[in-house]
Nanobody, 119 residues
Framework: QVQLVESGGGLVRAGGSLRLSCAAS????????MGWYRQPPGKQRELVAT???????HTADSVKGRFTISRDNARNTLHLQVDSLKLEDTAVYYC?????????????WGQGTQVTVSS
């Protein structure tokens, strides 16, 4: 019902910035929330930031003040602006959307985009 295409990952030096994007298509009109997760090497996947249908955002303490989640006006593209990158930010970043259909919640995931921070 929802397809996600991510872009923007890459190799960046510590202190640099990237802008990750996630283009959603399909039943975008029923998206309840969108978010970014990341999985560092050898670690479990963790929540980075979310934005709900009303526009409210939540950001993990580990990236507070450095990462910003946003949507475009059409609410079909999710962005994550990542600034002041640290080595610890190296991870595969995943786009996630949640929809509700017939009272049941479903999750969809992007393919992931690699962010590598070098010294």
């Amino acid at each position: 019902q929802v397809q996600l295409v991510e872009s923007g990952g890459g190799l960046v030096r510590a202190g640099g910035s990237l802008r990750l994007s996630c283009a959603a298509s399909g039943r975008t009109n029923i998206i309840a929330s969108m978010g970014w997760y990341r999985q560092p090497p050898g670690k479990q996947r963790e929540l980075v930031a979310t934005i709900i249908s009303g526009g409210e955002t939540h950001t993990a303490d580990s990236v507070k003040g450095r990462f910003t989640i946003s949507r475009d006006n059409a609410r079909n593209t999710l962005h994550l602006q990542v600034d002041s990158l640290k080595l610890e930010d190296t991870a595969v970043y995943y786009c996630n959307v949640q929809i509700v259909s017939s009272g049941i919640r479903y999750s969809y995931w992007g393919q992931g985009t690699q962010v590598t921070v070098s010294s």
